[in-house]
């Protein structure tokens, strides 16, 4: 490390009834990987955008300097313009247009005042060549994973050559391969004086590429340190205010007195009919009262499409058995499914969880929306009931939120997440699905819902929990299901579980 990059001085920035961040400093050096870490709502966002121009010059107090020289952004172009590149969680691509398009998007070779396609190709070509990365520049964005998509929004930050890269979240939707590709290229950058600033909640990536990592917590700096004088508990008790002995409950698996239990949900030859993989194949299995099933598998075996189906929420065509408390039932819909006493909190929750320009109220009762449930009486929803029992839920999940009117795209994910937990806890579910129910939510808020997930167990709830993270998958369930292509290559109980049993039949053994 060299010489000082960025300085943020001070940094004061309200939103109405509430600081998001008192008086916060922060610097990145020259070819460094700074880590910035905190709880969800602890003001990483805020921070960013201000040094992204989004959150422009005027409207936070303090001072921000690039390389020596206060700057004041009044937009995005102007940060852009100083060297710094930040790629958001939500990606900015243009879907139709091709992979080479995208990476040069607004600062495209001209010749004669018109854009010089051939040059255009060569240069995106000769980019990916120098990071190695392997992606068709010919083809549409939207035909891309999402993890190539993510590679492609760096490979286009390369190319303004920015002197600050911004990674929020960069890993979420990659896999092991992509991952390793985004390490070599921050190692490339390390050597060639570049930057970078990488927002995580995975801890372990933290020690594995980061050179020293700051802290926020409740909007303010609790302090920076090199990795070499950090430990992960060290890291936690900062994050959080507290220490996290444990980050997964201790309950008594029930496996072994699950013959006397109640069987709370039975599939039985679920088989699926999409047009493109995963399908299902001849699915059978049961969850019973009071039981946590993990079930894990690779990106693309089927976890997400297989609970969709039994909650009734996949559009394809398929075919099997599904039973409640013994009882065969037809579940056509999300409708049939929350009438028979099941709950989903899926795995994209702003698409599929909130209504994120509505309020915490309104996504809190939304699946409550019944005569039965208090909220409504001849179709007319009673906001005095919402909102009591809103706040019954706000209080016991520990939601953060200025007001109850608040749109809940301004909360933070952790408590987003609870908004849709606390959504489905109010239809008082017996069967609930999770599917990666703490993506992207730091290391306080997966304890919290990692307790409430025990707790749920403890008083009967049957819980199916799909997971891409094995110590989660270990660490909650008292029986895993593995899927393979749509198959299920292993069922275990969990004493003496490991990790490489698990990716064994994940990969097909």
């Given at each position: ?23 916060v ?38 001072e ?7 700057q ?38 001209r010749?004669?005042?018109v ?44 190319s ?9 979240e960069?890993?979420?939707?990659l ?21 970078c ?7 372990k990536?933290i020690?594995?590429?980061?050179d ?20 992960e ?7 959080v ?7 997964f ?49 690779l ?64 996504n809190?009762t ?23 029992k ?41 069967v ?10 730091d ?14 167990a ?5 819980i ?22 749509g ?21 097909g053994?």
């Amino acid at each position: 490390m060299t010489s000082s990059l960025l300085n943020m001085k001070t940094i004061t920035k309200d939103f109405p009834g509430v600081r998001a961040l008192d008086d916060v400093n922060f610097d990145v050096q020259s070819s460094e990987i700074h880590a910035l870490c905190g709880e969800n709502g602890a003001g990483k966002s805020t921070l960013i955008k201000i040094l992204g121009g989004i959150h422009p010059y005027g409207t936070y107090a303090g001072e921000l300097h690039i390389n020596g020289t206060a700057q004041r952004f009044r937009n995005v172009r102007d940060a852009e313009l100083s060297g710094i590149a930040v790629i958001h969680q939500e990606l900015a691509l243009i879907p139709e247009m091709t992979v080479a398009e995208n990476i040069y998007l607004g600062k495209e070779p001209r010749r004669f005042g018109v854009i010089d396609k051939s040059r255009l190709y060569k240069d995106a070509e000769e980019l990916l060549a120098q990071f190695g990365l392997d992606i068709p520049l010919q083809g549409q964005v939207y035909k891309l994973g999402i993890g190539q998509q993510q590679l492609v929004e760096i490979a286009k930050a390369l190319s303004r050559n920015a002197r600050l890269l911004v990674l929020d979240e960069p890993t979420a939707a990659l896999t092991q391969s992509e991952v390793d590709i985004l390490y070599q290229i921050l190692d490339q950058l390390r050597e060639i004086g570049v930057a970078c600033i990488y927002i995580t909640h995975k801890l372990k990536e933290i020690f594995q590429i980061a050179d020293r990592v700051t802290v926020l917590r409740d909007g303010k700096t609790v302090g920076t340190q090199s990795i070499d004088e950090c430990t992960e508990d060290k890291l936690i008790s900062q994050m959080v205010g507290r220490e996290l002995t444990k980050l997964f409950p201790e309950r008594e698996h029930p496996s072994g007195a699950s013959t006397v239990k109640e069987v709370a949900l039975q599939v039985e030859n679920i088989n699926t009919y999409p047009h493109e993989p995963p399908f299902l194949k001849d699915i059978s299995f049961e969850v019973r009262t009071g039981e946590i099933l993990g079930i894990a598998g690779l990106m693309g075996a089927g976890r997400t499409e297989l609970i969709n189906t039994i909650f009734g929420a996949n559009t394809g065509k398929w075919d099997g058995n599904i039973y409640r408390n013994g009882a065969r039932v037809e579940i056509r819909s999300p409708r049939d499914a929350i009438q028979r006493g099941m709950a989903l909190v899926s795995e994209d929750r702003k698409r599929y969880g909130l209504i994120l320009d509505d309020d915490v109220v309104r996504n809190m009762t939304l699946a409550n929306l019944t005569s039965a449930g208090g909220i409504t009486s001849l179709g007319i929803i009673n906001r005095g009931v919402s909102y009591g029992k809103s706040k019954e839920y706000v209080d016991s999940l520990r939601i953060k939120t200025a007001s109850y009117d608040l749109p809940v795209r301004q909360l933070s994910g952790g408590n987003q997440q609870k908004v849709v937990l606390g959504k489905w806890l109010m239809t008082r579910p017996k069967v609930l699905f999770l599917d990666e129910p703490t993506r992207g939510i730091d290391v306080g808020a997966k304890s919290e819902i990692h307790s409430l997930t025990a707790q749920l167990a403890d008083e009967g709830v049957a819980i199916v929990l799909v997971s891409s993270e094995l110590p989660e998958i270990l660490g909650m369930s008292d029986r895993v299901l593995v899927l393979h292509e749509g198959r299920i290559t292993g069922e275990f109980i969990i004493d003496n579980l490991t990790q490489e049993d698990i990716l064994r039949c994940a990969a097909g053994a």
